[in-house]
């Protein structure tokens, strides 16, 4: 019973209205007869290079230099202990940071210590991999304190919770075994004897012995990124771990089991709810778990060719704008600075996607490559260093989608030949990750940013607690939406669009819904019709709101946000001015009175968002309406300015 207390507390971020269909892709095609069949046992099983030489063949010098100094540079970390003043820090004022910092550059420093020393194999890289591995084993929690709100982040040995973290640190253990093993078994047998107990006691027993009562594993839940991240790891740390076979078959099951609950919850187009930023760690490590189950059965386990999967793999690219920008829907950051090219071309691969293959190879070409071992999907960078070779060379420019609409998450991309790219998307406010935000929308003009959505800012305690909401970031008044009342959207399930829908045509993409279902009842919202729709031919974005209300309103305004500066200096009009170009819209200047501001940056919660953007000031635009009616037809129109 303690231990069912425990999860639920931990995991209330998992929606457990949203919709479940037992599809159970994996369970209904493999049994586990046809895992022990097939497993490969652990000394077969070769998924990375083991030797000097293998290392040089498959992996550019460039790189291999690179592992290298990332390794030598880890021979002068000093493996401290995590400090319980970051735990008090936690618990006393909700700051992640401090325990978090500790925490993740120990693992990520002891992987690429492993690295160095099986590419470079004279030994030098083994004293202190031994240091990182037996203080990582000596710590009483591989997770971190925010994930076990329960006990306000100090641990309660005796019940080891798995979660992100948890996960990841066996994981680096696992690829620590893998690398360095034999010559670890050289020094003492006892080490390796250690690593894999405390993989056993920390990871393995307790995720199986949960298996159906932690939250990212419920039957019944639309489970989130948690669900793919985690099984990840534990089918990968049991390929890299354990080696009597029927554990392994067995554990390869269990993994295969849990992330079918994942593609249980997804929508039939396979879309992330999470947004973008999130699909790393959701539909990305999906991807992983079916990797590395191919891997560790001779390619017996593969659903590649399953449609789910391959809409599942598209998302990421139907949610490109230009460069590193990215849709960004609730939690998600504006930019995506890891998109590693290699990865998406396998992915592409995989699921003969050839628009992800492309993709890929534009990413590669043109996005900042990163060849280190990286703090988070450790083995997935380094699936990566092995993939680099393989990519061929560009043929053809790439071509993003001219239009998307994905129903299940009810998100319209649509873009004009003249660099005008709108997104939006309807949905409900009960969304893993939620902003309060049915309805907004995002206005780029040949790849910059003019309308924004904000964005996550700091996660702290106050991010995942009752106080959510209270963060502006998070709420309605600071997207794209209207305040009506005086009042935002709501969070919640049930407060979601009505009337959606999606329609495109040669001369325009655009998305209807009605919004009113998503303001609480004090705000007398009976309808609010909301068309977000690009004008290809006009190079224009219009958005119209019909709105009914059930009394005259005592106030009605209208927020854009931007990062642009901002002139409005010409009635009836706001110019923002980018980098490079203009951005004009034009309103009702008869109807609204416009004014600026700059939400607060004061808060812990906030420190990164400025960061995300880089650096560039937010401001708020609100146009207030003179003399609010109980209905009427409100018409916003961007177009490009000279």
Known sequence: MKKIIIAVAVFTCFNSNAQVTQRNL??????????????????KFKP?????????????????????????????FRFNAVSFSSILAFKKNGTRSLYEDQSFVKRTTLAQLAVAESIEGKGRFI?????????????????????????????????????????????????????????????????RKRLVFEVNKRFFKPLIANLDTYGYLKKDLKVN???????????????????????????????????????????????????????????????DCLEWAQKGTNNKVNIFDEPLIQKMASYIYKMHIGSEYFVNIGDGEPTINNLNGAFLYRFGSAVNDEQLKQFGLWANANCKQYFSVDSFQKFRSIENFLSVKQLPAITKP????????????????????GGLFLGTHAGHNGKSHNHNDVGDFLIYLNAEPFIIDVGRGTYTAKTFGPH?????????????????????????????A????????????????????????????????????????????????????????????????TISKVDLSQKGKVI????????????????????????TMVGAEYAKLKRHWDNRVITRILLTAKDPQVKGKITYSFKKGN
């Open 127 to 191: 004293d202190a991999i031994m240091e990182g591995l037996w203080s990582i084993c000596e710590e009483s929690y591989w997770g971190v304190p925010a994930h076990i709100p329960g006990t306000q982040g100090i641990a309660d040995i005796e019940n080891p919770v798995v979660e992100l973290f948890t996960a990841e640190t066996a994981t680096t253990l696992g690829l620590v075994n893998y690398f360095v093993g034999n010559k670890l078994d050289a020094v003492s047998p006892l080490l």
């Open 498 to 561: 009505k009337d959606v829908v999606n329609t495109t045509t040669s001369k325009e993409d655009k998305l209807a819904m009605d919004i009113a279902g998503t303001y609480p009842k004090e705000a007398g919202v009976v309808l609010w019709k909301r068309t977000n729709t690009l004008l290809k031919d006009k190079e224009e974005v219009k958005v119209i709101d019909e709105y009914v209300l059930d009394k005259k309103p005592t106030s009605l305004q209208q927020t854009f946000m």
């Open 576 to 599: 923002f001015i980018g980098e490079k170009d203009k951005l004009i819209l034009s309103f009702d200047e008869a109807a609204f009175a416009v004014s600026t501001e700059n939400p």
């Open 468 to 496: 959510r909401y209270e963060l502006w970031n998070n709420q309605s008044q600071y997207h794209n939406l209207p305040t009506i009342n005086g009042m935002g959207e709501h969070e919640g399930k049930e407060f979601t």
């Open 48 to 76: 990375f290079p083991s030797s000097p030489e293998e290392w040089k063949q498959q992996v550019p010098d460039s790189i291999l230099n690179k592992l290298i100094k990332d390794g030598e540079r880890g021979l002068k």
């Open 398 to 417: 790439y071509q993003s989608p001219e239009h998307v609409w994905i129903n299940d998450v009810q998100t319209m991309t649509a873009r004009t030949k």
């Open 225 to 287: 990124n948690w669900n793919p991240w985690i099984m990840s790891n534990f089918i990968a740390t049991n390929l890299l771990v354990e080696k009597d076979l029927a554990k392994r078959s067995e554990m390869l099951y269990d993994g295969l089991k849990g992330v079918d609950r994942y593609f249980n919850g997804l929508g039939d187009d396979g879309g992330c709810d999470e947004g973008a930023h999130y699909w790393d760690a959701a539909g990305a490590s999906a991807f």
């Open 26 to 43: 994996l369970m209904n095609k493999y049994t586990l007869t046809d895992i022990n069949q097939s497993i490969v046992p652990i000394e």
